[in-house]
C-alpha cells in the first residue's frame, strides 16, 4: 500500500510542475494580446487618419474640378476672340494700306507740285487734257486701292485654310504613327502565336528557348547551386481558361520573371541572359529562398468564388510561394461579373483576408474604388492557341482598312495643302503685280504731268491725308486691341495651366496617399490576425490550465483516499524507493540466477582465484589506458602548436609577397593588389594604372605557394 502511495505523489509532481510553468507563461500570452491589440489600434487609427486624409484630397479635387472647366472655356473663348480678331483686324493689313497712303500721299504731293509748274507752263488745252488724265488716274487708284484690299483678305483666308489643314494633318499623322506601331506590335505578337503551334514558350518571347536551353546547360555543369525556375508564366496553369485576362492581369509582369535560390545563382543566369538577350528588355529575376512547401499566411476562402492561388494549377512550390510573396495571389479573389464583383467588395462585410478581386475582363475591384482594364485579350495564358491566331489576323484586316483610309485621308489632306499653297502664291503674285503696275502708272502720270486744274489733286490730297489719319487711328486701335485680346488669353491659359498643375499634383499626392492606404489596410488585417492568432493560443492555453487543475485535484482526491486505507493497515508509514513488484521481480530473478550460476560454475573458491586474476588484469590495462591517453593528449597539444606556427607562417608570407608584389608595381608605375583566399586555395592578383586594368585569378596549393607564386608574378 505505501508503493502505491508513493507512486501516486511521483505522478503528482510532474502534474503541479506542468500546472506551475503554464500559470507563469499565461503572463506572456497576456502580454503578447495587449501588444498585438495596442498595435491593431494604432493600425486602425492609422488607416482611419490616411481615409480621411484621402477623402480630403478627393473633395479637394471635386471641387477644383468646374473651376477648372471654367478657366479651360474661358482659355478657348479668349483664343476664339484672339483668332476671329485676327481675320477681322488684322494689324499687318492696317500697316500695309497706311503705307500705301502715305506713299500715295508723296506721290501726289510731287504731282501737284508739277502740274503746278506745267500749268504755268502750257495752254489751256493741254490743262484740259491733263485734266482729264488726272481724272482717269483717280478712278484707277480707287479701282487698285479696293482691289489690293480684297487681295489681302484672299491672302489671310488662304493662310488660315493653310494653317487649319497643317494642324488637322499634324493630329493624323499622330494618329497614323499609333496605328502603325498597333500594327506592328500585332504582327509580331501574330509571329510568336504561331510559332508557339509548336513550341508554347514562344509566347514568351523569340529568345526564351534560347535561354531555357542556355540554362539546362548550365546546371548540368553544375553552375548554379539550384536550377532557377521560369519563365513564371510558363509554369502555371489555368482550371477555368475564362479567367486567363484576369489572372494575367493580376500577375502581370511576372509572367516573364524568373526566380532564383540565391545571388551567386542570380549572377550566373544574369551572365546567360546577357549573352542571349543581346538587345531589348531582359526577364525580371526574383531572388528568394526556395521552400518545397505551400507557406499561407493569410488565405482568403469565399463559399462560390475562387482566389488566383485556387484557380491555378502550379506543380512546383517553389512557383507557388514566389507568387504568393510577390503578389498576394492567395488574398486575392476572382469574380467572373464585374457588378457582382462590387457588390461583393464593397459591400458592408467584405470577404475576410480578400485585399482586392478582379473580374473576368480584368476590372480590378479594391473595396473603395474600382480601376477599368485597357487589355482585351490574354497574351501568354489563353488556352486556344488557333482562336488567338483568328483574332490578330480579323485585328490586322481592320487595322490594314483603317491604315487605307488613313492614308486616303492624309493624301486629301496634301492635295488641299498644295490647292491653298497654289492660290495663296498666285495671290501673293497677283498683289505684287498690282502694286508694280499701280506704282508703274503713277510714275507714268508723273512724268506726264496733266492740265488739269489743281483743285481737284488738293481735294483728293486732303481726303488722303485724312484717310491717313483714319486708318492710323484705325492701326494703333486694333494693335491695342489685338494686344489686349493676346494678354487676356495669355492670362487665360497660364491661369488654366496652373490650375491643371495643381490639381495634377493633388491627384499624384491622392496616389500616394492610395498606395499607403492599401499598405494600412493590409497592416490592419495582419495585426488582426496576429491577436486572433494569441487570442485562440491563450484560450486554449487557459483550457490546458483548467484540465490539468481538474487533473490534480483528482489525484489529490486519490491520494488522500489511499493514505487513509494506508493508515488503517500499516499506521507505521515506510519510505521505499522501488515499487513492490519491481522488488518481487528482482529476488526471483537472482534466485534463479544464483541456482544457474551454482549449476553452471561449480567451486566457489576457484571462481574468486579467477576473480582476482582477472581484477589484476584489468588494473593493469587501465593503467596502460591511461598512460596511451596521456601520451595522445601530449601529441594533440604538439600538433596545435605546429598548426599554429603553420598558420602564422602563412600568414607572414602572405604579407611578404604582398609587399614584395607592391614594392614592384611602385616601381614600374603601377598600383594593384593580391589576396589569398586559403580556405579554397586561390590567389586574386589585380594590377591597375591610368589607362588599363589587368586581373589575374589562379588556383594554388598552400605547399606549393612559397615557390611558385614569382612565376605567376611574372606571368
Known amino acids: 500500500r505505501d508503493d502505491k502511495l508513493q507512486s501516486t505523489k511521483k505522478q503528482l509532481e510532474p502534474v503541479k510542475e506542468k500546472l506551475q510553468a503554464d500559470k507563469r507563461s499565461t503572463e506572456k500570452y497576456d502580454e503578447k494580446v495587449d501588444e498585438w491589440k495596442n498595435k491593431v489600434e494604432q493600425a486602425e487609427k492609422k488607416y482611419k487618419q490616411i481615409q480621411e486624409q484621402l477623402e480630403g484630397i478627393t473633395q479637394q479635387v471635386q471641387e477644383l474640378q468646374p473651376k477648372c472647366a471654367e478657366l479651360k472655356a474661358k482659355a478657348q473663348e479668349c483664343n476664339s476672340l484672339l483668332k476671329s480678331c485676327e481675320v477681322r483686324l488684322t494689324v499687318h493689313r492696317c500697316r500695309t494700306n497706311l503705307r500705301d497712303l502715305e506713299k500715295d ?3 501726289l504731293s510731287s504731282r501737284i507740285k508739277d502740274l503746278t509748274l506745267s500749268i504755268s507752263q502750257t495752254t489751256g488745252a493741254e490743262s ?129 520573371a524568373f526566380t532564383c535560390d540565391n545571388y551567386e545563382d542570380e549572377k550566373v543566369l544574369k551572365g546567360l541572359m546577357t549573352n542571349v538577350y543581346k538587345s531589348g528588355q531582359r526577364p525580371t529575376i526574383i531572388t528568394s529562398q526556395f521552400l518545397h512547401h505551400f507557406i499561407l499566411f493569410r488565405a482568403v476562402n469565399h463559399p462560390q468564388y475562387p482566389s488566383v492561388l485556387q484557380a491555378l494549377d502550379i506543380e512546383d512550390p517553389v512557383v507557388a510561394n514566389c507568387l504568393i510573396d510577390q503578389k498576394n495571389i492567395e488574398s486575392i479573389l476572382l469574380i467572373k ?11 458592408k462585410n467584405p470577404p475576410a483576408n480578400c485585399i482586392q478581386a478582379f473580374s473576368k475582363d480584368g476590372d480590378q475591384i479594391f473595396t473603395n474604388r474600382n480601376y477599368t482594364c485597357d487589355q482585351t485579350r490574354p497574351n501568354y495564358l489563353s488556352g486556344d492557341v488557333e482562336e488567338e491566331i483568328r483574332h490578330l489576323q480579323r485585328e490586322l484586316e481592320n487595322q490594314a ?26 495671290v501673293l503674285l497677283e498683289q505684287r503685280t498690282t502694286k508694280l503696275q499701280f506704282e508703274l502708272t503713277d510714275i507714268e502720270n508723273v512724268e506726264e504731268p496733266q492740265s488739269e486744274d489743281l483743285r481737284p489733286l488738293e481735294e ?34 497660364q491661369e488654366y495651366k496652373q490650375h491643371k498643375e495643381n490639381i495634377s499634383t493633388i491627384t499624384e499626392e491622392a496616389d500616394s496617399v492610395k498606395d499607403e492606404l492599401s499598405k494600412t489596410d493590409q497592416e490592419v ?33 486519490d491520494l488522500a483516499v489511499s493514505v487513509a486505507k494506508a493508515s488503517e493497515i500499516c499506521p507505521e508509514r515506510l519510505e521505499v524507493r522501488r515499487t513492490a513488484k519491481s522488488i518481487d ?31 589484476e588484469s584489468y588494473k593493469n590495462m587501465s593503467q596502460q589506458m591511461r598512460s596511451l591517453n596521456s601520451f595522445i593528449r601530449s601529441l594533440d597539444n604538439v600538433m596545435n602548436y605546429r598548426l599554429q606556427v603553420y598558420a602564422d607562417l602563412r600568414k607572414f608570407l602572405s604579407a611578404r609577397c604582398k609587399y614584395y608584389f607592391n614594392s614592384m608595381l611602385a616601381q614600374r608605375g603601377y598600383s594593384g593588389s593580391m589576396t589569398f ?22 588556383l594554388y596549393s598552400e605547399r606549393d605557394a612559397p615557390r611558385d607564386w614569382h612565376c605567376l608574378l611574372g606571368s
Open 128 to 256: 484740259q487734257a491733263r485734266a482729264e488724265r488726272m481724272a482717269q488716274i483717280q478712278a484707277e487708284q480707287e479701282n487698285l486701292n479696293l482691289h489690293i484690299s480684297t487681295l489681302g483678305q484672299q491672302i489671310d483666308m488662304f493662310q488660315h485654310a493653310r494653317n487649319c489643314v497643317k494642324e488637322e494633318q499634324g493630329k493624323m499623322r499622330m494618329e497614323y504613327d499609333g496605328l502603325k506601331k498597333s500594327i506592328d506590335t500585332n504582327k509580331r505578337k501574330l509571329q510568336t502565336m504561331k510559332s508557339s503551334r509548336s513550341n508554347r514558350l514562344q509566347r514568351f518571347g523569340e529568345h526564351m528557348p534560347a535561354l531555357l536551353s542556355a540554362i539546362e546547360k548550365a546546371n548540368s555543369k553544375g553552375h548554379f547551386r539550384h536550377k532557377p525556375r521560369g519563365p513564371l508564366g510558363y509554369l502555371i496553369g489555368l482550371k477555368d481558361p475564362e479567367l486567363a485576362l484576369a489572372v494575367e492581369i493580376c500577375i502581370k509582369h511576372l509572367l516573364m
Open 677 to 698: 583566399d586559403h580556405k579554397n586555395e586561390t590567389l586574386t592578383i589585380s594590377v591597375r594604372s591610368f589607362r588599363l586594368f589587368a586581373s589575374a585569378s589562379s
Open 525 to 557: 488585417t495582419k495585426c488582426k490576425h496576429h491577436k486572433k492568432h494569441y487570442d485562440d493560443k491563450r484560450s486554449a492555453h487557459l483550457r490546458n490550465i483548467h484540465t490539468l487543475e481538474a487533473q490534480l485535484k483528482n489525484k489529490e482526491e
Open 585 to 615: 521481480s528482482e529476488i526471483n530473478r537472482l534466485k534463479v540466477k544464483i541456482t544457474t550460476q551454482q549449476e553452471q560454475q561449480g567451486d566457489r573458491e576457484e571462481i574468486v582465484r579467477q576473480y582476482h586474476e582477472a581484477l
Open 401 to 426: 482598312g483603317q491604315e487605307a483610309r488613313f492614308q486616303q485621308q492624309m493624301r486629301k489632306l496634301d492635295e488641299d495643302i498644295k490647292h491653298n499653297e497654289g492660290l495663296l502664291r498666285k
Open 337 to 347: 461579373n464585374r457588378t457582382e464583383a462590387r457588390r461583393i467588395m464593397q459591400g
Open 105 to 107: 500721299k508723296t506721290q
Open 460 to 493: 483728293e490730297l486732303q481726303e488722303i491725308v485724312t484717310k491717313i489719319s483714319f486708318k492710323r487711328a484705325e492701326y494703333e486701335e486694333a494693335k491695342t486691341k489685338m494686344a489686349n485680346l493676346k494678354a487676356d488669353y495669355d492670362r487665360a491659359d
